[in-house]
């Protein structure tokens, strides 16, 4: 019950709340990976970075296949440490116990695209989506590394198919951007409307790359 009442807390966005749960939820069961992953979880998403990695650690030691702690400890690198080197081995730990993990895939080619390594981002990002062809985020990531490219037409391709699934902020905007790329004005300019009836912030930045063309 302290478990779930984590995380439903968790999901509600309340950590501080969702921590003494777990912690309780932990203490009733000490050996229990699910309990401590979650604990490790809820530092992380209060960017308690030292906690975080060693809960993980502690699952890992009790659960050396755990998927849910090599990526968490992976998560903890790339988003707080901001060290997408050190993240990218960390998720090569997790494909190596499952090739076919959706998670440590896709933040795999993110990582590349964060170091600007776009060539070696697309075979992760492809293999996410193929294992989700649903994959938003995903599609979306695929289509900015052939943005970075300037392989605008693959580009609008993939953020298209993402466009179809969901809009996002930032499927529109790059979107947009392949299209001044191309420099065609009129086209960029139906995402700029898109993403002023969301009253994105990011229709003032394409608004400013349209109006240099």
């Not at 966005?13 to 229990?32: D, M, W």
């Not at 697309?122 to 985020?137: F, G, R, T």
């Amino acid at each position: 019950v302290y478990y779930k009442k984590g995380v439903a807390e968790n999901d509600l966005g309340k950590y501080n709340a969702a921590l003494a749960s777990v912690k309780k939820a932990v203490e009733l069961k000490p050996g229990s990976t699910r309990n401590i992953n979650e604990l490790a979880y809820t530092h992380y998403l209060l960017e308690n970075e030292a906690e975080a990695l060693l809960n993980f650690d502690k699952a890992l030691s009790i659960d050396p296949k755990s998927l849910t702690a090599l990526n968490g400890r992976a998560d903890v690198y790339r988003k707080l440490k901001k060290d997408a080197a050190a993240a990218i081995k960390l998720y090569a730990k997790t494909l190596e116990l499952d090739p076919k993990n959706k998670k440590a895939n896709y933040w795999t080619g993110w990582c590349y695209n964060d170091q600007e390594r776009y060539n070696d981002a697309i075979p992760y990002l492809k293999k996410a989506i193929e294992i989700d062809n649903k994959y938003v985020s995903a599609i979306t990531e695929l289509g900015y590394s052939d943005y970075a490219l300037q392989n605008y037409d693959d580009a609008l391709i993939q953020f298209k198919r993402s466009i179809a699934l969901e809009k996002t902020e930032l499927n529109l905007y790059y979107s947009g951007l392949c299209y001044v790329g191309k420099k065609q004005k009129s086209e960029a300019m139906k995402y700029y409307d898109e993403l002023t009836k969301m009253k994105s912030d990011y229709a003032v930045k394409l608004k400013k790359k349209i109006d240099a063309l």
